[in-house]
């Protein structure tokens, strides 16, 4: 999104004049974001629906212009008019959780989600309809103007402030700055089998900073996640910082197989956009975002929107921070996600193979889908094994790392090798 939108509406009338004597096999879209509610509207939405419609617009030799409201018009040459209604289709899909995205039975067309112009023979309507965009965002601005004159500052400004206490502000001003690659950790989920000669297949490697030994680093005299919600906005910083390093690095390795683990708010920034663009072609579908129950739930909506673009883009979604405790309340379809991370605990370290706990979770495992479930944090075999037991294949650990370290091609008992007693 551009500071400042009030030229859109100049350039585009601008534009909608030259347009005069070159309206041959020309289309335009009127897409009426402003109309959506506040919440599904803001800076995040608008530039990922732009960013979404750029490839698209590119493709036939248009452009796109962002309103000052927040409405976007583009116009598109060449383009027949099935492929503007999938186009836009796949925006109203975007903003299905709002009411202006639904279909009314009474409307033609778009309804009041979009109008659509065959500049050929309706260029005296798209004119004045750019006429009329221009005149409306001059009389906005104005009104900017008067509340700004009124309150005695130059521009309007928003009195909320992120919880921000001096160490946390310190901190991030160096992580702009400094170089994370020392404090930069890979750690692989890998596939068993079933056999005791098949070793661990790494699948992919999650990526991620090492808060451990970040706080050693800078603050050894601070706990960062000591505060839940001042933890969770230094990891945006992170986020966006690691993204930047990705986008920029030159080991396209780093482009594939790999997971993140982000911020819902994180999916829908410019940093995020940028490292999309620098990805090759196909290489999306390799790659998992992971994102966390707690963040999620934060703001539903936005999870809703986030999830759908990832979705849209190739990349697959793994739902993070879930325990034996709350898969029960996982409901991985109604979510969208394409994989569940459950973090082990003591009920698969029992040696009771008929431990009433363990069945009941194998029954919620059963039921979001066994292929589905990455069991993470696994700190022995003991772990592994019941894991397997219960239908898991996927596992990720300090355990793991040590068998994959050791480059053993057997790793322990084999599934149905080996009795589980009590100790």
Not at 260 to 268: A, E, G, K, R, Y
Request: with cysteine; charged share 25%.
């Amino acid at each position: 999104m551009q500071e400042n939108t009030s030229g859109q509406e100049y350039m585009l009338l601008d534009f909608a004049q030259r347009l005069e004597r070159h309206r041959e096999e020309r289309r335009a879209v009127h897409l009426h974001l402003s109309r959506l509610k506040p919440q599904n509207r803001r800076d995040h939405h608008l530039r990922i629906a732009v960013n979404t419609l750029e490839d698209f617009v590119r493709s036939y030799e248009g452009q796109i212009f962002t309103l000052g409201s927040a409405d976007v018009v583009f116009v598109c040459k060449g383009v027949r008019l099935a492929q503007l209604d999938d186009i836009v289709m796949r925006m109203r899909y975007m903003f299905s959780e709002d009411p202006l995205s639904s279909a009314d039975p009474d409307e033609d067309g778009h309804g009041r989600f979009a109008t659509l112009y065959n500049i050929e023979s309706q260029y005296d309507g798209f004119l004045d309809l750019c006429k009329n965009l221009y005149n409306e965002e001059q009389i906005r601005q104005r009104r900017l103007q008067q509340i700004a004159t009124q309150s005695g500052d130059d521009l309007p400004t928003d009195t909320r402030r992120p919880l921000s206490p001096q160490q946390l502000g310190r901190l991030e001003e160096v992580l702009e700055r400094a170089d994370l690659s020392s404090v930069l950790r890979r750690q692989a989920v890998c596939a068993f089998g079933k056999g005791r000669n098949d070793p661990p297949k790494p699948m992919f490697r999650e990526l991620f900073v090492s808060v451990v030994d970040l706080a050693t680093t800078v603050l050894p005299d601070v706990d960062l996640a000591a505060n839940r919600w001042l933890f969770q906005h230094l990891t945006q910083t992170l986020d966006r910082r690691v993204l930047k390093m990705l986008a920029r690095a030159e080991d396209t390795s780093l482009h594939s197989q790999i997971s993140v683990n982000l911020n819902v708010h994180t999916l829908l920034s410019q940093e995020f956009l940028e490292f999309d663009s620098s990805l090759r072609m196909g290489s999306r579908g390799t790659l998992v975002v992971e994102l966390q129950m707690i963040d999620i739930l934060a703001d539903y909506s936005n999870y809703l929107f986030a999830r759908d673009f990832a979705r849209e883009k190739g990349y697959r979604v793994c739902l993070d921070g879930i325990t034996p405790d709350t898969l029960f309340y996982v409901d991985r379809h109604q979510m969208g996600v394409d994989l569940i991370k459950l973090a082990s605990s003591p009920v698969f370290d029992t040696v009771d193979e008929n431990d009433p706990r363990l069945q009941e979770v194998g029954e919620e495992i059963a039921r979001v889908g066994k292929g589905r479930v990455i069991l993470s944090r696994v700190d022995n075999e003991n772990m592994i094994r019941n894991g397997m037991k219960l239908g898991i294949t996927l596992f990720q650990g300090r355990q793991v790392d040590q068998i994959l370290q050791r480059g053993s091609r057997s790793w322990g008992p084999a599934v149905g090798q080996g009795r589980l007693t009590r100790s």
